[in-house]
């Protein structure tokens, strides 16, 4: 015989000592943004110098 799932929304269920991994993903969390700022960041800066050399390259191969 099939079981089929459940439909609706499956339901989250506290159960006593989550606090302690709440509050690790919590951490995660707000880690994680601040790397992935830093990150993003970095390569807007990298960019930036890559698209000034490559118009400068282009405009010196443009010249000769």
């Known amino acids: 015989m099939e079981k089929h799932p459940p439909q ?7 159960t ?3 606090e302690p991994c709440a509050q690790i ?3 995660y969390i707000s880690e994680a943004e601040k ?6 960041d970095s390569w807007r800066g990298n960019m ?3 698209l000034i ?4 390259s282009a ?6």
């Open 8 to 14: 609706g929304p499956i339901p989250v269920l506290d």
């Open 16 to 18: 006593p000592g989550d």
């Open 25 to 27: 993903w919590s951490v």
């Open 35 to 40: 790397y992935d700022k830093a990150l993003v």
């Open 48 to 50: 930036n110098g890559i």
């Open 53 to 56: 050399f490559a118009g400068l």
């Open 59 to 64: 405009t010196e191969a443009h010249n000769l």
